[in-house]
């Protein structure tokens, strides 16, 4: 049921996140840790962003409904750039000739004239009743970017539309409060269709300033009776780590130098099988970081609707 | 053959208070001696060790590299003390590192027999849990000022007391099992209920009453002096820190999980934990004397219930742990959002 991967900090080769380390992004695709009944197989998307390239404010961006494993474009590529902050998602969908695989199902999803993304792990259940509901939220000039059939994309155009701007410098409020905004739509939109099933909702965004995460689901716990597989409605995880910056140190991939925070990740899962500097943010939570004179000032917050 | 003074250590230490000489007897039998030289390591963190280990003679210390604090010491852990809990009640790695901080005599009870005394020996095993889990609250008691003074010094924002008013009279609902129907598949299904057997189960649902609290709904109140039970079925139940107003979470209770007071292990200590309802949830309720007649009527079922309420109490202590760093490391609930 998807995997995310956010990273903030000091510039980094995007291999070393995405190949390198015992539990790598591109390993959680067919081997996930924390979801292993279902694989992330139904596309890669990566926004990365580094000042230093042109058009510095807009990220660099990359997107396959391939399996990355295969990519060597992909291979290639992660071994060039490094960038500042980085936003990658991997696919997964219950494996149904009804799913729609395909590039503009691919996260993370940043319109035109935006420099803000979005990548989501999760699924809010019985999606297609609701849906057009949720146009009233959307800002009318950005209706016309929808152009896949996710849950996700939607609740993306509905967070850009809460938010003060399409860019631009965002105070932790902005972002915070839009998210709780969006959040609270989504519940209002549930309760009128009288949708009460558990439907996780781990929002990634970014805008190469900062990241953020939620940990949230509605109506957690409530499955349907005849629903086979549970992968769908665990608590999806949620987990981060900073430091000084993160790499190959005493034989083996961590984040060095935990005192100094100039270099953070907030991922579904942790990078390493080791868990041991990795911790997971609680349930009903939303998490954002931003680099301010070179360190990383982390804020949590409870989400209660 | 163990010599005199082992054996006065083993008979003292708390692990071993309830166990009588037979069993002592078997566990060593079926335990080994190990011996540590200076420096070695028992546990490591992040990785699975071999059990649980009594200290006999010497001491070691426990650490743990905590994100934010790099290299910190716990404690020290002198002869009749024991390390490992996390190894022997959930085989999961160890959030800790143990190291010999002198040569060392211990007594290593593997995870392997540990599982086995369920099916051979429960009511050793029981004994066993029930120390085990007086230890646990009592890490949490000692552990909780200290959080609290964490969370008075930050700008946690404050709770209204006018919304806690209101969400401790929101009470659930008692229905009958023909109201609400109880599917026993998914009691059955859990791992959790994996040494229970279906006349366990009809039993446990015999002693409890189906509630469905809606969301909000307090169901232990912080320093409230409580024993009842409960089985999540549906829905979810958080966990708190509260101190003046100020809340801090500490883990969700989700379907199929067990939950208790700290009141249930030890009769002098208030909760010191909120629970409460996320959203509109269904659970088993054991009240107090329900409790009390199951396990006088039911020593096997009880000696069964205790070892979830021992796995409750691990999961608060590792939520505990992680919020402590957490408040070190975060900038907490500042800010009042929306």
Redesign the interface.
């Known amino acids: 049921m998807c995997r995310v991967l956010s990273y903030l900090g000091l510039p980094i080769l995007v291999k070393e996140l995405l190949y390198d380390s015992d539990n790598s992004f591109i390993k959680q695709s067919y081997h996930p840790q924390y979801l292993p009944r279902l694989l992330n197989l139904a596309g890669f998307g990566l926004v990365a962003w580094d000042r230093s390239s042109h058009n510095g404010l807009f990220p660099y961006i990359y997107k396959t409904e391939e399996l990355p494993f295969y990519d060597e474009n992909l291979h290639n590529l992660a071994s060039k750039i490094t960038p500042t902050c980085v936003l990658a998602h991997l696919r997964g969908v219950t494996y149904s000739s009804k799913q729609v695989v395909s590039l503009q199902n691919v996260h993370p999803f940043i319109f035109p004239g935006s420099n803000v993304a979005l990548a989501h792990n999760g699924s809010l259940f019985d999606f297609e009743k609701m849906k057009f509901d949720l146009l009233k939220y959307i800002k009318p000039s950005l209706k016309k970017y929808i152009r896949g059939t996710t849950d996700s994309e939607w609740i993306y155009a509905v967070f850009l539309s809460q938010l003060p701007g399409l860019m631009g410098t965002y105070e932790?409020?902005d972002i915070?409060?839009a998210l709780?905004?969006t959040l609270?739509i989504l519940q209002k939109v549930r309760l009128k269709h009288d949708i009460?099933i558990n439907s996780p909702v781990n929002l990634f965004i970014t805008n190469g300033e900062f990241i953020a995460a939620t940990r949230y689901?509605f109506?957690?716990?409530?499955?349907p009776?005849n629903e086979d597989d549970a992968q769908h409605f665990i608590?999806h995880s949620l987990w981060y780590?900073?430091g000084e910056s993160y790499g190959f140190y005493d034989n083996e991939y961590k984040m060095k130098g935990?005192?100094k925070?100039s270099s953070m990740i907030i991922s579904s899962e942790p990078l390493t099988e080791?868990?041991?500097?990795?911790?997971?943010v609680?349930?009903?939570?939303m998490?954002f970081a931003k680099l301010e004179k070179n360190e990383i000032?982390?804020?949590?917050?409870?989400?209660?609707l | 053959m163990l010599d005199a003074d082992l054996k006065n250590t083993l008979l003292s230490a708390p692990l071993c208070k309830y166990l009588n000489i037979e069993e002592i007897q078997n566990i060593i039998s079926y335990s080994k001696f190990v011996t540590f030289a200076e420096g070695d390591m028992l546990l490591q963190?992040?990785?699975r060790g071999e059990g649980l280990y009594i200290i006999l003679e010497g001491e070691v210390i426990v650490n743990?590299?905590?994100?934010?604090?790099?290299l910190a010491q716990f404690s020290i852990v002198k002869a009749g003390g024991f390390v490992g809990v996390i190894s022997i009640m959930k085989n999961n790695?160890s959030?800790t590192s143990v190291i010999a901080r002198t040569p060392l005599k211990c007594l290593l009870i593997s995870h392997a027999y540990f599982e086995m005394m369920s099916l051979f020996l429960p009511e050793t095993k029981y004994k066993l849990v029930r120390s085990i889990t007086e230890g646990l609250c009592q890490g949490l008691k000692e552990k909780y000022p200290r959080i609290m003074k964490i969370i008075n010094k930050s700008g946690v924002i404050q709770k209204s007391s006018f919304g806690r008013i209101i969400r401790k009279n929101i009470s659930p609902t008692i229905f009958n099992f023909t109201d609400l129907e109880l599917?026993m598949n998914i009691l059955k299904n859990s791992p959790l209920f994996k040494y229970f057997n279906e006349d366990d189960l009809d039993e446990l649902v015999n002693y409890g009453e189906l509630i469905e609290a809606p969301k909000n709904c307090v169901l232990i109140n912080e320093n409230e002096k409580n024993k009842t039970s409960y089985i999540?079925l549906?829905?979810?139940v958080?966990t708190s820190f509260i101190y003046k107003n100020k809340?801090a979470?500490?883990?969700?209770f989700?379907?199929i999980s067990f939950f208790c007071g700290i009141t249930l292990v030890n009769e002098s200590f208030p909760s010191l934990v909120n629970y409460s309802t996320?959203?509109?949830?269904t659970l088993l309720k054991i009240d107090e004397n329900n409790m009390l007649n199951l396990q006088l009527a039911n020593k096997k079922l009880w000696e069964k219930i205790y070892d979830l309420v021992c796995h409750s109490f691990i999961e608060l202590k590792r939520?505990s742990n992680?919020l402590e760093?957490?408040l070190n490391?975060?900038?907490?609930?500042?800010?009042q959002?929306?």
């Open positions: 932790p409020s915070t409060d709780l905004k609270k009460r689901v109506d957690y716990g409530w499955v009776q608590y780590t900073y935990s005192q925070r080791d868990t041991t500097t990795w911790i997971e609680p349930e009903y939570s998490i000032d982390i804020t949590s917050l409870d989400i209660t | 963190q992040g990785k743990a590299k905590i994100l934010g604090a790099g790695p959030s599917n999540v549906r829905g979810a958080q809340l979470k500490l883990i969700v989700a379907p996320r959203v509109r949830t939520a992680r760093i957490r490391s975060e900038f907490y609930n500042i800010q959002l929306g």
